[in-house]
């Protein structure tokens, strides 16, 4: 299995990215996949995650108005679109997987079992 993050960038505060994740690999159709943040000097934290079983998402309440995350099951890949971006949303942006079928998400990161190598989003005028 393997995870690939893309669509980080430097954006000014106020303005907009997409992330996208693709899964390769997995075999199954039904998991979680997680959205995961940590900026410099700070520990890694859970963003928002959506159940490929029954499209159910969650996220976090710091992002809960700004940032939707989406799924496109045929093609296992998972968006995270941010809007109205802030400073402290600077951060390494990292996706991960949950290979369990499951009804919900979560985003405990002792609980995925495969992660991608991050893309990096800065977010400063």
């Known amino acids: 299995v393997q995870l690939v993050e893309s669509g980080g960038g430097l954006v000014q505060p106020g303005g907009s990215l997409r992330l996208s994740c693709g899964a390769y690999g997995v075999s199954g159709d039904d998991y979680s996949i997680g959205w995961f943040r940590q900026a410099p000097g700070k520990e890694r934290e859970g963003v928002s995650c959506?159940?490929?079983?029954?499209?159910?998402?969650y996220s976090v309440e710091s992002v809960r108005n700004r940032f939707t995350i989406t799924i496109d099951s045929a093609k296992k890949l998972v968006y995270l679109q941010m809007n109205d971006l802030k400073p402290e949303d600077t951060a390494t942006y990292y996706c991960?997987?949950?290979?369990?079928?499951?009804?919900?998400?979560?985003?405990?990161?002792?609980?995925?079992?495969?992660w991608g190598k991050g893309t990096l989003v800065t977010v400063s005028s």
């Open positions: 991960a997987i949950d290979t369990y079928a499951q009804a919900s998400c979560h985003v405990v990161s002792s609980a995925m079992h495969y």
């Open positions: 959506i159940s490929s079983k029954t499209g159910g998402t």
